[in-house]
């Protein structure tokens, strides 16, 4: 496996259930992302992972709750979403953002389209 | 707030021909600007990165420009192709590793 890849690519849950996705990078990253992409919309950034420490939670409902293990692997966790939570959740991977002077670009795995019924 | 605009949002030329993608930002403090590509359905593909002390990077048929004074990117594509059919995102960098800022993005289709 090569890049960045997110398990499952397609998932509709109920509003009771409770899954997880799985994103895991093959670059030698120190950070990575979860964003929302919905209809119409911007890409929300959600959360930010650097050195497995979340730097960044952007005000996101306790409904999700993301898990970082090792620089390498991001989960989020989904219990009790709303339909509203229906979107493509991207995860992405950089080198480490915050190293004085450094330059980098986020690298992104292909999403997955989650549906909440 | 910086804020992330995208124009034209969707575009469609026959091809061959050349084409600009206009993104313009509120704060011109932009650190560093990045745009993307998006096939329907799937993640993001890294197209240019240009850096704070940069104008302008090219890619084969691609080149992207920055003026920060203006608070202006434009993506600039030569000879398109059907290929090139998808929505193009810009996303700029406030200051070295902070958040990125997405605009909507400009849905562009290459009729053959």
């Known amino acids: 496996e090569t890049g960045v890849t997110q398990t499952p690519r397609h998932l509709v849950m109920g509003m009771t259930n409770k899954k997880s996705l799985k994103c895991e990078q093959h670059?030698?990253?120190?950070?990575m992302y979860w964003y929302k992409q919905s209809a119409k919309k911007p890409l929300e950034l959600m959360f930010v992972?650097?050195?497995?420490?979340?730097?960044e939670n952007n005000s996101v409902p306790s409904r999700f709750s993301p898990e970082c293990p090792n620089s390498s692997h991001l989960f989020l966790h989904l219990h009790t979403l709303q339909p509203e939570d229906s979107a493509l959740y991207l995860c992405a991977s950089s080198q480490d953002p915050f190293f004085s002077g450094a330059t980098y670009e986020q690298y992104f795995g292909p999403g997955t389209r989650l549906t909440v019924t | 707030k910086q804020e992330v605009t995208q124009i034209p949002a969707a575009l469609s030329v026959p091809e061959g021909e050349n084409l600009v993608l206009n993104c313009s930002f509120t704060?011109?403090?932009?650190?560093?600007l990045q745009w993307f590509r998006q096939d329907p359905g799937k993640g993001l593909t890294s197209l240019l990165l240009?850096?704070?002390?940069?104008r302008e990077q090219t890619s084969g048929r691609l080149n992207a420009s920055l003026d920060k004074s203006s608070g202006r990117s434009t993506l600039y594509i030569a000879a398109s192709q059907p290929g090139d059919s998808a929505t193009y995102l810009c996303?700029?960098?406030?200051?070295?590793?902070?958040?990125?800022?997405f605009g909507e993005g400009t849905q562009l289709t290459v009729n053959p």
């Open positions: 670059l030698g990253h120190n950070a």
């Open positions: 240009i850096q704070s002390s940069q």
């Open positions: 704060d011109s403090a932009i650190y560093n």
């Open positions: 992972y650097n050195f497995k420490e979340q730097t």
């Open positions: 996303a700029g960098e406030e200051t070295s590793g902070s958040r990125l800022t």
